[in-house]
Structures are given as C-alpha cells and as structure tokens.
C-alpha cells in the first residue's frame, strides 16, 4: 500500500520561504511520477508541479514558475518543494500525490494521480 507523508508547512511573511518534503513508501520500484499539487478554500486543487513524464524534467504551473523549485531523492524516496517568494496566493493546502505510471508528454501536472497524501497547510500573511 501506498502512503505519501508531508511536512514542512506552516506559517510565513509575504516574502518568505518554506520548504515542503513529502516521503513516499509503498511503491516497488523508486522511480514513479511524483509531484506537488494545492488547494485554496473555494478554489478547485491545481498541479503545482511535478515530475509526470519519464524524462525526469519538471513541470510547473505559470503562477510558481521561477519561485517554486521541486526536487527528488530517489533514494530516500522523498520530493521536495522549495518555496520561495511566497505570496498570500500561495495559501492553500499543499498535498503530495504519486503514480506507478508515468504520463507521456504531459506539459501541466496531472490532477488524476493514484496516490494521494492528506495535506499540509501554508499560510502566507501579507
């Protein structure tokens, strides 16, 4: 059985950063389609971004691009999310999904994962 654990949420300044892990377990082999996605009150959950695609490249929605970086380390089956210039737009609940499968030639973080965590909160005050 799959399980996605998230840390690193909490509360920040406009300006500020944070830093969000997510460690997966369950999963046969260590490479897979991991990645970042959020939800605001009211607001529909949106990929945040993720690796969707065998090649390794990340994929970043246009609202973080520049200020949000996603990394992985397959050997401690863990991603992560650097989060820097946040903005009080950034506030949401911050979940991490997972997939067996990798998708071919996506270009925006699939929202159908397999695999999901149960969230973590961030707060950016203005």
């Known amino acids: 059985q799959v399980q996605l654990v998230e840390s690193g949420g909490g509360l920040v300044q406009f300006g500020g950063s944070l830093r969000l892990s997510c460690t997966a377990s369950g999963f046969i082999s260590d490479d897979y389609a991991i990645g970042w996605f959020r939800q605001a009150p009211g607001k529909e959950r949106e990929g945040v971004s993720c690796?969707?695609?065998?090649?390794?490249?990340?994929l970043y929605a246009d609202s973080v691009k520049g200020r949000f970086t996603i990394s992985r380390d397959k050997t401690k089956n863990t991603v992560y999310l650097q989060m820097n210039s946040l903005k009080p737009e950034d506030t949401a609940v911050y979940y991490c999904a997972a997939d067996p499968l990798f998708w071919y030639g996506a270009t925006a973080c699939p929202v159908n994962f397999s695999s999901w965590g149960r969230g973590t909160q961030v707060t950016v005050s203005s």
């Open positions: 690796f969707a695609n065998s090649d390794g490249r990340p």
